[in-house]
């Protein structure tokens, strides 16, 4: 058994009593509830100096009642207090081992300054809590008084502190062979090592990371400073990334030492990584892309929208939107992005100049987007024209013959209808003209089905030629042909006799003979006259007709019958009263 052990109880709690009022910083003990149970004697006098009572916080006391009266009161500093009561309640419910917090005290000597460091003992149950307020006043002021020769050092110094209390960066401090003198807690939180000091470079990273971080140190020691990225692994299995800068810390007759602080660039590179992939799929997107301000400028574009509209990206940059989109205008531009900003986005269809003056139609979306205060409009562009090229030629397959040009069935349903909408609303006549060709077959049969294609064609011409613009002639397949007269007089006569004279109009045109230039299979172009007649059911309607079925029904009849008495004929049916 040791002596120590042989002490009797209250000899220890003596030399106890000794060993606190021996230290100089001011050492209060609490019990679980945050109340006093021991004080030091440097404690007792600093109270008795600032002009305390002697009793204010002595054993028995509250600690945690006067921290508590410091954070609701309104001084400057109760914000401290407040953050420093948090982490003594998080001590005392043993949630937390230790934690220091410097803070300023105005006693009637003047202004000083103190670190309170507050923590558990270990072991203790119930928990016991250490508060030791170090008075750092001179440390504070040692920076004054310090000769001009050492002010820069003095400066480095106060900055690499400043530094390490409020920045979440690896700091250290390291001798010319790469031993650490110095390392911060978050250096070793964040390589997940503890001990830093006195171990060497080698030891604490890979070879081939520790050969380079070393010849890096030989060069900062040369030049006397060095900023550099090194990628070490971290303690969460990942190799995260640091700028590290390094700089040379001159002593006086004694070798240099080198400083680090190494701010952790991981989340910036992957960003800047990401900005240069987004650069890259902007620069290589097909669309063109703009950014535009509230006031209607153009202050980015990617290399499309230079090739769609024939600008340099300088000329665009220098443009406002409405020089390039006819139908925009600065004016109306505010107002398109107050939309803008309730919508979230706008597909629109608009024309846009190129710097030749041709004009293409494109699909702007335009897109809200916010940087703090300033409003932008990202609006991808898309040169549709090929896209319209293609939706007609998709509509002409719908709603035209591929053969005449003329309209089909489907769209000759929507012609009739509309034409007799027109004679209901006008109380005016129309009439529909079903035409069938009477030698058709034996030109196929003869020269071939090229030689009845050319025929169509040239009836179609000619029927197109025989009517108003604002009829409509189509063809229903084969030889079939109709032809849509609407707007005729309101009055029966008048109406009858201009639906004769286009009914013979046509029929006439339709004989006279055709030169035909049929290709035959290897062998020139053979020029084929050829007469052909047509036979013609006319069917008129009116304000009462029902429906264009029933009108093209009562001309199809109207043929039948032409064609019954030796075609080459027109037939007439009366439009329902």
Not at 482 to 507: C, D
Request: proline share 3%; aromatic share 6%.
């Amino acid at each position: 058994m040791s002596k120590i052990d042989s002490v009797p109880l209250e000899q220890s709690r003596l030399l106890a009593r000794d060993v606190l009022d021996g230290l100089a910083a001011h050492v209060c003990v609490l019990d679980q509830r945050g109340m006093v149970i021991t004080v030091n004697r440097a404690w007792r006098e600093f109270q008795r100096a600032s002009g305390g009572a002697e009793s204010v916080l002595n054993e028995g006391s509250s600690y945690l009642a006067a921290c508590e009266n410091a954070a609701n009161s309104n001084e400057q500093d109760a914000g401290d207090a407040r953050e420093f009561l948090s982490l003594l309640w998080e001590v005392l419910a043993g949630q937390r081992e230790y934690f220091e917090r410097e803070y300023r005290c105005d006693l009637p000597a003047g202004r000083r300054w103190f670190v309170a460091r507050v923590s558990r003992i270990a072991g203790s149950n119930p928990i016991r809590v250490v508060v030791a307020h170090d008075d750092v006043t001179a440390l504070k002021l040692t920076h004054e008084a310090l000769e001009a020769r050492e002010r820069k050092l003095a400066e480095s110094e106060r900055r690499f502190s400043a530094f390490l209390n409020t920045l979440p960066a690896a700091a250290f401090i390291k001798d010319q062979d790469g031993v650490t003198v110095f390392a911060n807690v978050y250096m070793e939180r964040m390589l997940g090592v503890s001990g830093w000091a006195g171990r060497s470079t080698r030891e604490l990273f890979p070879p081939d990371i520790a050969e380079q971080m070393l010849e890096d140190d030989r060069r900062c020691i040369e030049a006397g400073f060095l900023l550099s990225e090194e990628t070490v692994p971290c303690t969460d299995g990942v190799l995260r990334h640091f700028e590290t800068y390094k700089f040379r810390i001159p002593r006086e007759g004694e070798p240099p030492l080198l400083g680090g602080i190494a701010l952790d660039i991981t989340e910036r590179r992957a960003m800047q990584e990401g900005l240069h992939m987004t650069r890259f799929s902007v620069e290589a997107a097909s669309d063109a892309i703009f950014w535009i301000t509230r006031d209607g400028r153009i202050v980015d574009v990617n290399a499309a929208a230079c090739c769609m509209l024939g600008y340099s990206r300088a000329e665009l940059l220098s443009m406002p939107v409405g020089d390039l989109d006819d139908e925009s205008a600065d004016s109306a531009w505010a107002a398109g992005l107050d939309e803008l900003r309730c919508k979230g986005t706008i597909r629109v269809e608009t024309v846009q100049r190129r710097k030749d003056g041709e004009l293409i139609p494109v699909e702007v979306v335009s897109n809200y987007v916010r940087f703090g205060d300033d409003e932008r409009n990202c609006a991808i562009v898309r040169d549709i024209a090929e896209r319209r090229r293609f939706e007609e030629q998709i509509r002409q397959l719908a709603f035209y013959d591929p053969l005449t040009g003329l309209p089909n069935r489907r769209l000759l349903d929507d012609r009739l209808h509309a034409a007799l909408s027109t004679s209901r609303r006008k109380a005016c006549y129309g009439a529909a003209l079903f035409l069938d060709l009477d030698a058709f077959k034996p030109l196929n049969d003869t020269h071939g089905h090229h030689a009845g294609d050319l025929l169509l064609i040239e009836v179609a011409r000619r029927l197109k030629d025989a009517v108003r613009e604002m009829d409509t002639v189509a063809r229903l397949g084969g030889d079939e042909f109709v032809v849509v007269l609407g707007e005729l007089s309101e009055l029966h006569p008048e109406a009858t006799a201009q639906v004769r004279r286009v009914a013979e109009k046509i029929h006439d045109a339709v004989a006279e003979p055709y030169l035909l230039a049929v290709q035959g299979a290897g062998s020139p172009a053979v020029t084929v006259e050829y007469s052909c007649t047509t036979s013609i059911g006319v069917a008129m309607f009116g304000a009462r007709e029902g429906s264009g079925d029933e009108v093209l029904r009562r001309a199809d009849a109207a043929l039948y019958e032409a064609k019954a008495l030796g075609r080459n004929r027109v037939r007439y049916v009366e439009a329902s009263r």
